[in-house]
């Protein structure tokens, strides 16, 4: 109960904000029999706001104060006798208002026919004040804020379905780095669709995004005053703790605050987390419709988040027990393969690849020797030189690899690496004499980076390269061995001194396996 009084206590009562009507008419007496016949006029909970205009301009200064006016009464003979109609056009044509609801009242109707008026504008009812009595007067008001009323809810649905569609795509392209970012956009999403349906009113939304992973509740974003360092952090925990106990605990919402929204955030009833919302007036059931509908789809956006990421957790899995099976053979083979990676990615970023195409180009590489699995130990782990016919068995790792990795679609660009990391610039490479731009990209980062690492490693036959002198060698095979512009592009890394940690790795590292290059 204590938390209650809290969390009531920071609210305020809402407010129904009233009908903006505007009295258009020259004769001083009609505005006031209208505000006299209309006095205690209340409809959906709402009353009346009476706006008075003594001309058509005075009433389109008024309009530009007021552009949520519901419903204008309108005189025909005012400075002009047909300003009254002329004002109709300007709000309908100019102002390019079709939702606000127009009633004509004339005391002369044999300046502006009914029916001629009825058919040449847009309006919605026509009265001779001689028959508008009291009780027709609020029957046209009642009937034209009625019909207000479900224009707004139209157009509401409209554009929050709308704003849905729009969103939607973004629901469904989530990375680790923008989750934040994301339930951020949620939030302001939500809150956008609440402020559709209040006609432009200022009022104020709060809200918190929250998820859940077993008892554990997180919040990922607030908005208002639930902003991290607008609220306490008292006040925002107590609030999570009711929301969780409202959906996860089935309870009436008695500690919210009152007109508050609490929505789950859920795919086939597993509960992700929960969205809360705060206004000063009380959200409408169309507000809540959608919030329902938006928050659905960002449920299902999270859900598909959650997938991908497990289907890259399998992936980098699958990647690292085959990249184990090749070190399983030659235990110096999983030290190479991890700066493999690591050069590749640095080389592909250099390059101008994105974050995410580098991160996939380093994993592929990890792969580029899977193939010495089908190696003899004999060749594979022989401590001298090989031989011409030793040299032609081990380059058929480059076909096994090919042959290993061609079952699994998720591996393509491993296997484009594991088949085409030897090929050269000049066609003289293998298994296929590629040459040039035949050459797959990735298989020409791998191609320099790989025999940069097996110079600075030791061999059972050679101690390291120096560095510097290895860098010569990528400089010379550039053109012939190395495509010229991935061989600049990793020798400007190893100038800003961008490869100096794998460097080391290397020469400390015990003698691997022999070189295949």
């Known amino acids: 109960m204590k938390i209650v009084r809290k969390i009531a206590a920071a609210g305020g009562a809402n407010r129904a904000s009233p009908w903006k009507v505007l009295v258009v008419d020259d004769e001083p007496d009609i505005r006031q029999l209208t505000a006299l016949n209309l006095r205690g006029f209340e409809f959906a909970t709402r009353k009346l706001q009476l706006i008075e205009a003594g001309s058509a301009a005075e009433a389109r200064e008024r309009l530009r104060e007021h552009p949520d006016i519901a419903l204008a009464l309108v005189d025909v003979v005012m400075e002009t006798d047909d300003a009254g109609l002329r004002l109709v056009e300007y709000i309908r044509r100019e102002l390019g208002n079709d939702m606000m609801r127009l009633v004509i009242r004339t005391g002369q109707p044999g300046v502006a026919p009914e029916r001629y008026v009825i058919e040449n504008f847009d309006i919605d009812d026509y009265k001779d004040k001689t028959e508008l009595t009291a ?15 479900d224009l707004q809810t139209i157009e509401l649905n409209r554009q929050g379905l709308s704003r ?10 989530l990375r680790h780095d923008n989750l934040e970012e994301y339930f951020e ?17 200022l009022y104020t939304i709060d809200g918190m995004v929250m998820t859940v992973d077993g008892q554990e509740i997180r919040i990922r974003a607030g908005a208002g005053e639930l902003q991290d360092g607008h609220a306490s952090a008292q006040r925002r925990h107590e609030i999570a703790e009711l929301c969780s106990e409202v959906v996860m605990g089935n309870q009436e919402a008695a500690g919210l605050r009152t007109g508050s929204v609490v929505v789950p955030l859920a795919v086939k009833n597993e509960v992700f ?26 449920a299902a956006g999270l859900d598909n988040f959650r997938l991908h990421h497990s289907l890259e957790e399998s992936y980098d899995q699958a990647v690292d ?24 990615h640095l080389l592909a970023l250099e390059l101008g690849a994105s974050e995410a195409e580098a991160e996939v180009y380093g994993k592929a590489s990890r792969l ?58 000049n066609g003289n490479g293998y298994p296929d004499k590629l040459a040039g731009d035949d050459i797959p990209y990735v298989a020409r980062l791998v191609s320099v980076v790989d025999v940069f690492d097996a110079l600075v490693s030791a061999r059972p036959y050679k101690g390291p390269w120096q560095a510097e002198e290895a860098a010569r060698e990528i400089e010379r095979g550039a053109g012939t061995l190395f495509d010229p512009r991935v061989a600049q592009a990793f020798l400007a890394l190893y100038r800003r001194g961008a490869l100096d940690a794998q460097i080391a790795a290397a020469a400390a590292a015990p003698p691997e396996a022999p070189a295949d290059d």
Not at 142 to 149: D, E, I, Q, V
Not at 164 to 173: D, E, K, M, R, S
Not at 379 to 394: A, F, N, S, W
Not at 395 to 410: A, R
């Open 368 to 425: 580029h020797d899977i193939g010495k699995v089908g190696i003899p130990d004999s060749v594979l782990r022989k401590p001298g030189k090989l031989t011409p016919e030793e040299y032609e068995v081990i380059k058929q790792h480059s076909s096994i690899g090919d042959n290993i990795l061609k079952y699994s679609p998720s591996l393509a660009v491993a296997r484009v690496v594991a088949r085409s990391h030897h090929e050269r610039w």
């Open 321 to 344: 027990m085959l990249g184990e099976v090749a070190e399983y053979k030659d235990t110096a083979t999983g030290m190479h393969i991890r700066r493999i990676q690591e050069l590749t």
């Open 164 to 173: 849905i569609l729009a969103v939607t795509p973004q629901l469904y392209n």
């Open 185 to 201: 956009g949620v939030l302001m999403q939500l809150i956008g669709i609440c402020r559709l349906g209040h006609s432009g009113m």
């Open 273 to 298: 987390g929960f969205v809360y919302l705060e206004a000063d007036e009380a959200l409408s059931q169309a507000d809540r419709e959608l919030i329902q509908i938006l928050a659905n789809q960002c």
């Open 135 to 149: 009780q027709r007067l609020y029957t046209s008001v009642r009937s034209a804020l009625k019909g207000y009323r």
